[in-house]
């Protein structure tokens, strides 16, 4: 029996524009994550989404690791705290958000107990829109001042709170954020300086460190015979059209295309991905400059683009579906395998197994000639063995397109696989 349920990812499409400039992260991660920094005692700065926030020269003031308690989509960047005068806090954190984020951004400085005050304001901060709301609070311990500034960027809401007992550490802080600065993320080392240390929190660390270590360079591509692609360690069969070929010269082409504004995304999937197969039509003899469909099957590292999500269960857990969709749309749109329209997610339960589609179209340009083409895409991707298992089928039409997607699957156990990648 299969099941199917379809969400828009309207909201997504602009969150490629951070990522595909992001670096390495500082410290183990391989690949980029909000948490990635580095501290200086002059300043944090943040290597996801580039900015830097100056710290004050108060010596009183220490790093604090808050991030214990940190959940997916909800990103503890860094905390400063000082002990003088009363518990003195700076937080900064950052939430995956699906609205939109100038609208989140307002929501998020609400404070409890400031209704019927002046409530959130716009200010200008680093050339960014940031919202800004504050209240000061009588307690036991005495006058607690509480502020927050928060703006948004395509699919996440940065947040900086502060709560003090003292005054001047209040203003000293306040005068921090309100300086902070945004840069392409690329230069964040040497934004950061000479005498920073990269930091990353310890939920980070964990999170990066309990991720399967896959090894997807080592795992076996499997055969290919008549029409039959078999792969044995990830468990499943492929039924190919009638007649089709393996291209092996695409197969051993490793280069993963990027269209975005910089190579930085193209890079990350060209070293967390292996191709397992590649085919094609052959091209028919009375028309050899045609350009033929494809058949792409590849395995994809999942910490690479989405280490702190799990994979959804059913076609019903829509809050988690939303939350990969995300994660597809920001770690492959504007490469060779997504194009940057990608803007539906289709979810699919077949044989046990749940499949996520996204279509798109993509204007790839025609060899030897100045034209592009357009190339009608459809990315499905599945889990097997930890791994993701991903189907690229490419046309020139949507009517070829659909031919294509009623190939069939089937699956089988998986054999123990052996070597470097093996568990």
């Not at 490793?254 to 060209?270: I, P, Y």
Request: proline share 7%.
């Amino acid at each position: 029996m299969r099941r199917i349920a379809v969400l828009p990812l309207l909201s997504i499409l602009l969150i490629c524009a951070i990522c595909a400039q992001v670096p390495r992260s500082p410290g183990s991660s391989r690949v980029p994550i909000p948490e990635a920094g580095f501290v200086s005692p002059q300043q944090y700065t943040n290597a996801f989404f580039g900015f830097s926030l100056p710290l004050p020269k108060d010596r009183k003031f220490q790093v604090e690791d808050l991030s214990d308690s940190d959940k997916a989509l909800q990103h503890s960047l860094f905390a400063y705290k000082s002990a003088n005068k009363g518990l003195t806090l700076l937080i900064a954190s950052a939430t995956q958000i699906f609205g939109a984020p100038d609208d989140e951004a307002q929501k998020a400085v609400f404070l409890p107990g400031s209704q019927g005050q002046k409530g959130a304001q716009a200010i200008g901060i680093g050339g960014r829109l940031f919202w800004k709301n504050e209240i000061e609070e009588k307690t036991f311990s005495g006058k607690l001042r509480r502020l927050r500034y928060a703006t948004g960027l395509p699919g996440y809401v940065i947040l900086f709170s502060v709560s003090s007992y003292s005054s001047g550490q209040t203003e000293d802080l306040r005068s921090c954020i309100e300086a902070v600065k945004f840069f392409n993320p690329a230069r964040a080392a040497e934004i950061a300086g000479s005498d920073s240390r990269p930091y990353l929190p310890l939920a980070a660390k964990r999170r990066l460190e309990n991720a399967p270590q896959l090894g997807v360079a080592h795992l076996e591509r499997g055969s290919f015979s008549g029409n039959l692609y078999s792969n044995p360690v990830l468990g499943f069969d492929y039924h190919l059209p009638e007649g089709w070929y393996a291209d092996t010269q695409s197969l051993n082409a490793k280069e993963v295309t990027s269209f975005a504004s910089d190579s930085g995304k193209a890079a990350v999937v060209q070293e967390c991905t292996k191709t397992l197969l590649s085919a094609t039509e052959p091209t028919p003899s009375d028309s050899p400059s045609a350009s033929s469909p494809r058949i792409t099957i590849m395995a994809a590292d999942p910490a690479c683009f989405a280490p702190d999500l799990k994979y959804p269960d059913s076609i019903h857990d829509s809050e988690a579906l939303e939350h990969l969709g995300q994660a597809i749309v920001r770690g492959f749109a504007g490469t060779s395998l997504l194009g940057r329209e990608a803007n539906r997610l289709r979810a699919i339960e077949l044989g046990g197994h749940l499949f996520l589609q996204v279509p798109s179209v993509s204007a790839v340009p025609v060899a030897g000639s100045t034209l592009l083409r357009k190339v009608h895409k459809s990315f499905v991707l599945t889990s097997l063995q930890q791994y993701w298992v991903i189907w690229l089928f490419e046309s020139d039409t949507p009517s070829e397109l659909d031919k294509l997607m009623k190939t069939s699957i089937s699956f089988a156990a998986p054999r123990r696989a052996t070597g470097p990648g093996g568990r």
